[in-house]
């Protein structure tokens, strides 16, 4: 069975990069959300396997939104996806329970690498 | 493999430009109040755009406004370095991002912003040696407690040389070896992981374990672009260290939960035009059903009225669906204003009240230029200098109120202004100077009606044509969108209190009440919102002099068009006694000739294509229910050619 993936972004045209880049390697997209309240929300709703997270967005950012994933599901994995100059929020992120990160500009196999790598398929 | 990016580029340019629109707006209010709420919009907005430029390939594009998302953060910490000239550049910045999001569009190549990169990286070197880089993130990785005894291992980790952040690689591995014990000793230290120095990508650290050698070598097995190096148990155990105490995670938030999708708005003009279409048909299929034998007459007629009603409140969705805040014409009018106020010298104030009020996308389309017309005006010619307004006991501030109201089926919109007001006696002068009055004309005008004059072509009281507005295109243009869109203006102005144009708009508009007339063997339709009155008259009341014809009215004499001769029709034999309507024309009231009114009727506007919206005068076209189709004149441009 394919993972289930849910993506957090305030962008549709992220997303939608994101969205593909998972479909091209395997992973179903189960649900999107546009900011951090709405991510915490889905989470709930949807358990996903992993969840892509943006860092800043509106109404909550994704450290805030992960730090209550992480407490509301301990085992939840999330990814932040972090930008040119952001490592210390990256950082952040870590800390409040983010398993991993990814870069943009997104290259697809580098993403699939970490997201394999975290959800130990190879 | 690299991402193809050309399919994300409608996307991109959709969403990059209302992000700096946004960030255009949020940097205009954060000049009158640098609160971090505004901060950290613009911030958000100028951090979007340089992901989603980079995730393009726009590498110049994202540079800049990575300059620009610095610049503002430092803001961040101190609302007062915000000054004039700081935001005169972040503002070219955003126009440069804009800029740049039109060439992406159009498939031009996107240069570098060197100068403006320099400028930016030169006030923020300027500001933050003032205020002092901003310090994120203070918390210190969080640990499991230790149980069993624990040992001592020294560890080595090596981040790959490709990653691209090599301090949030080194922090993922610090937190999967916390989970196994105390972390001791590192290299290099915290405070150099944060800033993201790793000399030689090498980290290395002692663990205090109860785990084995296997699960600590372990732990990495889950982390891309990092190697364990080496994992050596080491003899001594040592204390552990305090566990910090867990972060405490902070309340909820309000949301947003309105659930939205995008949609072309070409997809949306698709279904309004198939809803049209529908609505014909069934009229077509009513009609029809008139010609069959009465006793299949009952039920086709109650089928075609379930019919009717589906395919009206069908169209009362689609209409409903490309509603559209006003505000999305009126929340780039802050900058305009700012900007206009600056090159005059003027301090101006904007408010908008009412930009919640929903228009047909259609009309707010073609709105925000007659408004931004208004707008300069106002600054331009209404506005006084700051000095005249002392003079005058009024605040030095300019102000400028756009107010939006919903009245029934249409819309009122105010801009007023508290400036010098506008000159009715000059304008007149103006008027009769440019041979468009008679001096007896202009007499006769009401304050109101002279108020207009501005609207006439090459009318303007301006002292000096401004590079901003008074070039002689203006308000008659202004005039003529506006009636296009089938809404009027309205002038109000007091001399030293200001001036009040009043824009009455209707909410949707392709419904029109036409007015059926024929000419000969055809039928055209007027919009009924033109026609000021009808009346039939025996020939003998048409004063007469040489070839053109007068119609004696409470206004005047109305100079008479005939319509068959307007629209080179064949016209039927002239009855002594016909049909003659007043309408509004360029210059001032017409009587126009047809041969019979046939009556009202209410008509789905179809508008014109190519070639036959290349042809003056004709303003659309509608389909009568006999299946008949009908084309809707713009009698002020059919007498004008």
Redesign the interface.
């Known amino acids: 069975m394919p993972k289930r993936v849910l993506v957090v972004d ?5 997303r ?2 994101i969205k ?2 998972f479909a091209s390697g395997g992973f179903e997209v189960v649900g999107e959300a546009s ?4 991510a ?2 889905k989470h709930k709703q949807l358990r996903p396997d992993l969840t892509t997270m943006d860092i ?5 950012s994704g450290i ?1 939104a992960t ?2 994933i992480i ?1 509301q599901d301990e085992h939840a994995v999330v990814i932040m ?12 992120a ?3 329970g983010a ?3 990814i ?7 580098d993403v699939l ?2 997201v394999k ?4 398929e190879n | 493999m690299s991402t193809d990016t050309s399919k994300y580029l409608g996307l991109f340019v959709s969403e990059a430009t209302e992000h700096l629109e946004a960030l255009t707006a949020d940097l205009v209010q954060l000049e009158k109040d640098p609160s971090r709420q505004a901060v950290e919009s613009t911030f958000r907005h100028a951090h979007s755009i340089k992901g989603m430029a980079a995730s393009m390939g726009f590498e110049a594009t994202a540079a800049l406004a990575h300059r620009l998302e610095d610049l503002i953060q430092l803001v961040q910490g101190d609302g007062s370095q915000l000054t004039r000239e700081l935001g005169d550049l972040l503002l070219s910045a955003a126009d440069a991002l804009l800029a740049d999001v039109r060439c992406a569009e159009k498939g031009e190549p996107i240069a570098t912003h060197h100068e403006l990169e320099a400028k930016l990286s030169a006030q923020w070197s300027l500001l933050s040696s003032a205020s002092g880089r901003p310090n994120l993130g203070q918390a210190t990785p969080s640990r499991l407690p230790r149980v069993g005894p624990a040992r001592r291992f020294a560890v080595r980790v090596q981040i790959a040389p490709s990653c691209q952040q090599p301090g949030a690689r080194a922090f993922v591995a610090l937190k999967r070896f916390s989970k196994l014990g105390d972390i001791l000793e590192l290299k290099p230290a915290m405070q150099d992981l944060r800033s993201g120095s790793i000399p030689d990508g090498v980290l290395s650290f002692e663990l205090e374990s109860p785990a084995d050698e296997q699960a600590i070598r372990g732990a990495l097995s889950s982390v891309a672009e990092v190697e364990l190096s080496s994992v050596v148990p080491l003899k001594k155990p040592l204390q552990g260290q305090q566990r910090p105490a867990p972060i405490s995670p902070p309340a909820a938030n309000g949301s947003d939960n309105s659930r939205t999708v995008r949609i072309k708005t070409e997809l949306l003009d698709y279904f309004l035009d198939t809803v049209g279409e529908l609505s014909l048909a069934t009229a077509q299929i009513r009609e029809i059903g008139k010609t069959l034998p009465a006793p299949v007459q009952p039920s086709l007629e109650e089928g075609v009225g379930r019919l009717h009603g589906l395919v009206k409140d069908l169209h009362d969705k689609v209409m409903s669906a490309r509603m559209t805040p006003l505000s999305t014409v009126t929340d780039r009018l802050p900058r305009a204003v700012r900007d206009l106020a600056r090159r005059r010298d003027r301090s101006v104030e904007l408010a908008v009240s009412g930009a919640e009020v929903e228009l047909d996308r259609t009309i707010l389309d073609n709105l925000s230029e007659p408004i931004l017309h208004i707008l300069r005006n106002c600054v331009d010619h209404g506005i006084e200098s700051p000095d005249e307004r002392r003079a005058a006991n009024k605040s030095e501030m300019g102000r400028v109120a756009i107010s939006v109201r919903r009245e029934r089926d249409r819309v009122s919109l105010e801009i007023e202004d508290d400036g010098r007001g506008m000159d009715a006696p000059k304008l007149k002068l103006a008027a009769v100077a440019k041979g468009l009055l008679s001096a007896d004309a202009a007499e006769r005008l009401s304050e109101k009606e002279a108020l207009m004059l501005c609207c006439l072509p090459g009318v303007s009281t301006a002292k000096d044509v401004s590079e901003i507005s008074g070039r002689g295109v203006g308000m008659d243009a202004v005039k003529r969108a506006l009636e296009e869109l089938g809404g009027t203006l309205e002038i109000h102005s007091q001399t030293g209190l200001g001036t009040r144009f009043t824009l009455q708009l209707p909410l949707t508009v392709s419904m029109v009440n036409l007015m059926l007339v024929a000419v000969g063997r055809e039928i055209v339709g007027l919009p009924v919102a033109k026609v000021l009155s009808a009346l039939e008259l025996p020939a003998s009341e048409i004063l007469k002099n040489g070839e053109a014809g007068f119609l004696p009215h409470s206004k005047g004499l109305l100079p008479v068009h005939q319509l068959s001769q307007l629209l080179g029709f064949p016209s039927g034999d002239t009855p002594t006694t016909r049909p003659y309507l007043v309408m509004e024309g360029d210059q001032g009231r017409v009587a126009l000739a047809v041969d019979r009114l046939l009556g009202q009727e209410e008509a789905v506007l179809k508008t014109l294509t190519r070639p036959l919206d290349l042809v003056p005068g004709l303003a659309g076209v509608t389909i009568l229910g006999t299946g008949r189709p009908v084309f809707i004149l713009d009698v002020p441009r059919l007498i004008a050619t």
């Open positions: 305030d962008a549709i045209f992220m939608n990069m593909d880049i900011n951090g309240v709405e915490v929300e800043v967005m509106p109404f909550k805030d730090r209550e407490k996806c972090s930008a040119l100059g952001q490592e210390s929020l990256v950082m952040e870590i800390e409040a398993s991993d990160f870069v943009k500009p997104f290259r697809a196999e690498a970490v790598k975290v959800l130990g």
